[in-house]
């Protein structure tokens, strides 16, 4: 079955950068595009960026443009995300969530655990 | 301030049908980009409930239903129970931000 793991909780400082990890297994990892969405505490979601493994191609949002990198790794089937020049406005749960078809959709059909970062002096 | 815009709640009892609007503009649902639901527990990733604008996904109950007109979209659920009880989220593209925006998201309170 299709599953996204994320890496656990990160504490960071403001000003610091923070890396979180999406391991995808059950599917062929290439061909999917992951996207990056954020939840702030009791706040909506939040588009950050897409990459497609495959080529490595993306989009990030433009409030992101500066300070956000995707990466792939395909021998591991992993997509990495860092965020850097932290504040508190960028704690939030961070998710991970693949295209429901492949090479391109806009829907997300599954969705990692999520990953809460919290930025505090 | 989010893109598309939702009503914060609705409330329905037990069995009855609610329905949630997401209200965009011409550079998204009106430009005819397909319009995605997401249901959110609390402390749960969200789930995929209708994409495409009116399509189930997989092992979603038909109480849920989707449609649109030219710049907006709604979300029915009827027979409404208890599991209801959730935060919804549309989703859709916008062309001129290139990239996904999202509605702020309606708390659905089974009363």
């Known amino acids: 079955q299709v599953q996204l793991v994320q890496s656990g909780a990160e504490v960071k400082k403001p000003g610091a950068s923070v890396n979180v990890s999406c391991k995808s297994s059950?599917?062929?990892?290439?061909?999917?595009?992951i996207t990056w969405i954020r939840q702030a505490p009791g706040q909506g979601l939040e588009y950050m960026g897409w990459?497609?493994?495959?080529?490595?191609?993306?989009h990030y949002a433009q409030k992101f443009q500066d300070r956000f990198t995707m990466t792939t790794d395909t021998s591991t089937a992993t997509v990495y995300m860092q965020l850097r020049s932290l504040t508190s406005d960028d704690t939030a749960v961070y998710y991970c969530?693949?295209?429901?078809?492949?090479?391109?959709?806009?829907?997300?059909?599954?969705w990692g655990q999520g990953t809460l970062v919290t930025v505090s002096s | 301030q989010s893109v598309l815009t939702q009503p914060p709640s609705v409330s329905g009892a037990p069995g009855q049908t609610v329905s949630i609007s997401c209200t965009g503009g011409g550079s998204n649902i009106g430009a005819g980009y397909e319009v995605h639901w997401y249901q959110q527990l609390p402390g749960r990733a969200p789930k995929l409930l209708i994409y495409v604008d009116n399509n189930r996904a997989s092992g979603v109950s038909d109480r849920f239903s989707g449609s649109r007109s030219p710049t907006s979209a709604s979300l029915a659920i009827t027979g409404l129970q208890a599991e209801d009880e959730a935060e919804y989220y549309c989703q859709s593209f916008d062309r001129s931000l290139g990239g996904l925006v999202y509605g702020g998201g309606t708390w659905v309170t089974v009363l």
């Open positions: 969530a693949r295209d429901r078809v492949s090479w391109h959709s806009y829907e997300k059909d599954h």
């Open positions: 059950g599917y062929t990892f290439s061909i999917y595009r």
């Open positions: 990459i497609t493994p495959y080529d490595g191609s993306s």
